[in-house]
T-cell receptor
Framework: ETGVTQTPRHLVMGMTNKKSLKCEQH?????MYWYKQSAKKPLELMFV???????ENNSVPSRFSPECPNSSHLFLHLHTLQPEDSALYLC???????????????FGPGTRLTVT | AQTVTQSQPEMSVQEAETVTLSCTYD???????LFWYKQPPSRQMILVIR??????QNATENRFSVNFQKAAKSFSLKISDSQLGDTAMYFC??????????????FGKGTRLSVIA
């Protein structure tokens, strides 16, 4: 596979469930991102990892727990979610910017999450 | 904090015609980057075009071009010879120029473009 992949593509979970979203990038990048896309709202950055280290946590509730075991994989662990957490969760990756300017972020297809 | 505003929630254009999507942003920074992303109905977001704020020349990519007005903080996207495959959500995004590492993208709410045959 090439690019950025996300599994599952669709997920329905109850508020007491625990589930995980998975993202994998096959591009040799060293930065990975989680975004939340809700209807009629801008994409919201949730977390950023550079070289497996979390460099950004955009005031995300603790019921969302990211994990980045290596530069190619990123997880989002979910527990005791609320119905308002229903959204499309997008993963992206890029090269680290450095002095060369920002590199393009490549996005995965997203996981459509519904919390019942 | 930077903000990005896309004032047109939905637009439509006839096939082969030209359409312009508007975007304005707010920042106190002098050096930054601007992007237009396209999200087709299949949901995979892809980069359409980018512009460095220090460059006066407007970026172009085939049928896509931008009108970057730095003083007005405006960054519109023009699509020429519209094709059915251009139907998608279009997001304008801003990125502050980093000293090191990555800085986050700030997105607008998007404009849903429909190309009509």
């Amino acid at each position: 596979e090439t690019g950025v992949t996300q599994t599952p593509r669709h997920l329905v979970m109850g508020m007491t469930n625990k589930k995980s979203l998975k993202c994998e990038q096959h591009l040799g990048h060293n930065a990975m991102y989680w975004y939340k896309q809700s209807a009629k709202k801008p994409l919201e950055l949730m977390f950023v990892y550079n070289f497996k280290e979390q460099t950004e946590n955009n005031s995300v509730p603790s019921r969302f727990s990211p994990e980045c075991p290596n530069s190619s994989h990123l997880f989002l662990h979910l527990h005791t979610l609320q119905p308002e957490d229903s959204a499309l969760y997008l993963c992206a990756s890029s090269q680290d910017s450095g002095a060369a300017g920002p590199y393009e972020q490549y996005f995965g297809p997203g996981t459509r999450l519904t919390v019942t | 904090a930077q903000t990005v505003t896309q004032s047109q929630p939905e637009m439509s254009v006839q096939e082969a015609e030209t359409v312009t999507l508007s975007c304005t942003y707010d920042t106190s920074e002098n050096n930054y980057y601007l992007f237009w992303y396209k999200q087709p109905p299949s949901r995979q977001m892809i980069l359409v075009i980018r512009q460095e704020a220090y460059k006066q020349q407007n970026a172009t990519e085939n049928r896509f071009s931008v009108n970057f007005q730095k003083a007005a903080k405006s960054f519109s996207l023009k699509i020429s010879d519209s094709q059915l495959g251009d139907t998608a959500m279009y997001f304008c995004a801003f990125m502050d120029a980093p000293n090191s590492g990555n800085t986050p993208l700030v997105f607008g709410k998007g404009t849903r473009l429909s190309v009509i045959a």
